[in-house]
């Protein structure tokens, strides 16, 4: 497997593991939280989903977005 796959397989995997860390505060932050951890918990997820479909996007020639698509992202490892 190539440099760019490998890369991409180790970001999504980075993402599934932090959305799983943080996955109880960005549940509450999706169900109205005002918590100021729990927006920051969100935004880290998300950064992390970026940079995982980003690296995807360019290398298939693709248009996903970020939009906490953990099957996306299981599919690759």
């Known amino acids: 497997m190539n440099n760019?796959?490998?890369n991409i397989k180790t970001?999504?995997?980075k993402f599934l593991a932090i959305?799983?860390?943080l996955n109880e505060?960005?549940?509450a932050y999706i169900d109205g939280s005002n918590a100021a951890e729990d927006e920051?918990?969100?935004n880290k997820v998300l950064d992390a989903e970026?940079?995982?479909t980003n690296a995807a996007n360019?290398?298939?020639g693709e248009n996903w977005k970020v939009c906490l698509?953990?099957?996306l992202a299981e599919s690759f490892i």
């Open 19 to 21: 959305a799983d860390e």
């Open 69 to 71: 698509n953990y099957e």
């Open 50 to 52: 970026r940079e995982f």
């Open 4 to 6: 760019e796959l490998n």
């Open 58 to 60: 360019r290398y298939y």
């Open 25 to 27: 505060r960005v549940s």
């Open 11 to 13: 970001l999504a995997a």
């Open 40 to 42: 920051a918990a969100y």
